[in-house]
């Protein structure tokens, strides 16, 4: 995990940024269980500042120098996601893969919100549909609950959660979108 989200509850009182500094660690881990993965995975934390990823690119890149391998395929958010964070490393990813000679994935995140299908902002020339089993969707549902913080309502600021039921529903499509390079 590169950050967090500690700035996710801006002025909330249910979830004040050191309270989800120990809360997404925990979720991730149980969302990793989740998923029965957890013996192939682990959760790296670089704990970069939520918001200002921008301004650590560098740090970024030299936390990969350390820890990538050859023969790794990196699968990071998408380079034009629409939202600050997930860009900065979806470019970093995406510039150290290139000056490595190694094979990266791009996952789509905000942009579900804002792409209409065949929408020409993205290339759909590279994009990669995996279907998913009847028994991976389950657990990827499963390792959505555990996600409270972002699918719980903020009863101290009166926001509503940050994963809405339609945003749940586009997560539990059938398959996992790619984009390739």
């Excluded at 791009?106 to 549909?129: E, S, T």
């Excluded at 009166?158 to 390079?181: F, H, Q």
Aim: charged residues 20%; contains cysteine; glycine residues 2%.
């Amino acid at each position: 995990a590169v950050s967090n989200g500690t700035q996710s509850h801006p002025h909330s009182t249910k979830y004040s940024p050191d309270q989800l500094d120990q809360i997404r660690p925990q979720e991730s881990l149980a969302a990793l269980q989740c998923l029965d993965i957890s013996e192939y995975v682990q959760r790296i934390a670089l704990n970069l500042p939520d918001g200002q990823i921008h301004l650590h690119r560098e740090h970024l890149w030299q936390e990969l120098d350390k820890l990538v391998k050859a023969e790794d395929i990196l699968i990071c958010s998408y380079a034009q996601d629409g939202h600050p964070d997930h860009e900065a490393v979806g470019k970093t990813v995406q510039a150290f893969a290139l000056a490595h000679d190694m094979s990266y994935l791009h996952v789509l995140i905000w942009a579900w919100h804002w792409a209409r299908p065949l929408d020409p902002r993205i290339n759909w020339q590279k994009a990669r549909a995996y279907n998913l089993t009847q028994a991976q969707l389950i657990k990827k549902r499963q390792a959505i609950m555990q996600f409270k913080s972002q699918i719980e309502a903020d009863e101290s600021t009166g926001n509503a959660a940050i994963l809405s039921p339609a945003i749940i529903e586009r997560l539990l499509m059938p398959w996992e979108v790619y984009l390739c390079e």
